[in-house]
């Protein structure tokens, strides 16, 4: 908070942007391993929002749904959104009730809030949760960081987050200390089974026989023989994300910020993490 000269702290909280799409990811895949998803299932018996039907729920995982799904990949949010109602299904409760009671009050992330508008008195999300749960995640949000647009100078002005929205795709509030959570409980199986994670977190195969930069509700790469996983968000002029895991390492760099800088200049919806100078940064320090 430049402002008020208010430092950043492992419990400040951020909006993660598409970051979120890790968990809906992690909720789909406990789905899949209870028996009652299949993966390959069509996208079309949940939505009508995807026009190819035979896209399948993988490939939307693995922005690989558009043209011939399965084909190319391309990154696009607003199809991953349309997981929402295929969480919903399979958990039998809404997508939000679920984010919280199978990932954040599980994993105690107490300073993780499903939804900014759950602020906003007469917000309709807010039937959905006891009073006491609104009145934690009111606390925290009056502690979200200060968005700030950033000039080609540098200089920082203050800015506002865009409207709300909560999907599979984009929503979800937390912090650098939550996050490290949610990573520690995927790597020791917590969340998911070991065999489980090694599917979602290894290349996709195109129907042509190439491999993918992503695999299931993450992007997958190879930096120096070390296979590395990731995340990022963004909102425009307000905020950005990234999580970068090295599985045979154990090693995770959480990184949030309060404007665009993480990713505005690195073209990362390409699918290459070294697109970014502080991911690039890290790898040369940490994988020789």
Known sequence: DVENQLPAFPDTPFQVADLTQTFAATLLLQCAERGELELTAPVASWTTSVPEASAEVRHVLAH?????????????????????????????APYRKQLVGELLDRLAMVDSVPGADLATAGAPARALFEADDLERYSAVLGRLAV????????????????APAVDAATGLISTARDLAKFDAALTTGDLLTPETLDVAWR??????????????????????????????????????????????????LVLLANSDGLSA???????DVTASPFARLFLRLFLL
């Open 147 to 162: 968005p700030y647009r950033v000039d080609r100078n540098g200089k920082p002005s203050r800015s506002e987050y865009p």
């Open 64 to 92: 690989a749904s558009e043209g011939s799904p399965g084909s190319t990949f391309k990154y696009a949010p607003s199809r991953f959104a349309v997981l929402t109602p295929v969480v919903e299904a399979c958990g039998d």
């Open 203 to 252: 290349n996709v195969i195109s129907a042509g026989g190439t491999p993918l930069p992503t695999g299931l509700g993450w992007f997958v790469q190879t930096y120096n023989g070390e296979r590395v996983v990731w995340h990022f968000g963004v909102m425009a002029n307000a905020t950005s994300s990234m999580i970068l895991h090295v599985p045979g390492r154990r090693l995770t």
């Open 265 to 271: 200049t690195a073209p990362l919806n390409e699918g």
